[in-house]
């Protein structure tokens, strides 16, 4: 089984700090991610453009460590999640790879949006 879930800390001066959660087989790891609104906003939409069209690739970075989300759809609607939980400059991090399909996508997509409306907040 393998799922990335996120949920919101809070907002700072347009800082924005989720957890993120990643399980990949039979190895999880957690940590805080943050990025500025204006990225959370960016990757909102080019994951609904993704999400639209089957196709294209988009990398959601952590503004202060290696931490980063890779998402890149393949054939058929199959798409690849992979990235880094834990900076590496820590002495425990998991680096990850996962494939899925569209509909958590669309999850992940609901669940960035609600970062940045006042759902989330």
């Known amino acids: 089984m393998a799922s990335i879930t996120f949920k919101y800390q809070y907002t700072d001066d347009g800082y924005v700090l989720f957890s993120k959660k990643v ?4 190895f999880s790891g957690a940590s805080n991610f943050g990025v500025l609104d204006d ?4 990757a909102v939409s080019c994951l609904s453009a993704m999400y639209n069209d089957l196709s294209g690739v988009y990398q959601l970075s952590d503004d202060e460590s290696s931490d980063f989300i890779l998402f890149e759809f393949l054939k058929y609607g199959h ?3 992979s990235g880094q939980v834990g900076g590496c400059h820590r002495e425990n991090y998991l680096v990850y790879q996962f ?3 569209q509909t958590a996508l669309k999850e992940i997509i609901s ?4 970062m940045i409306s006042s759902e989330g907040r």
């Open 39 to 42: 990225s959370l906003r960016e």
């Open 99 to 101: 494939m899925t399909d």
């Open 23 to 26: 399980i990949s087989g039979k």
């Open 111 to 114: 669940d960035l949006s609600k």
């Open 79 to 81: 798409l690849k999640i």
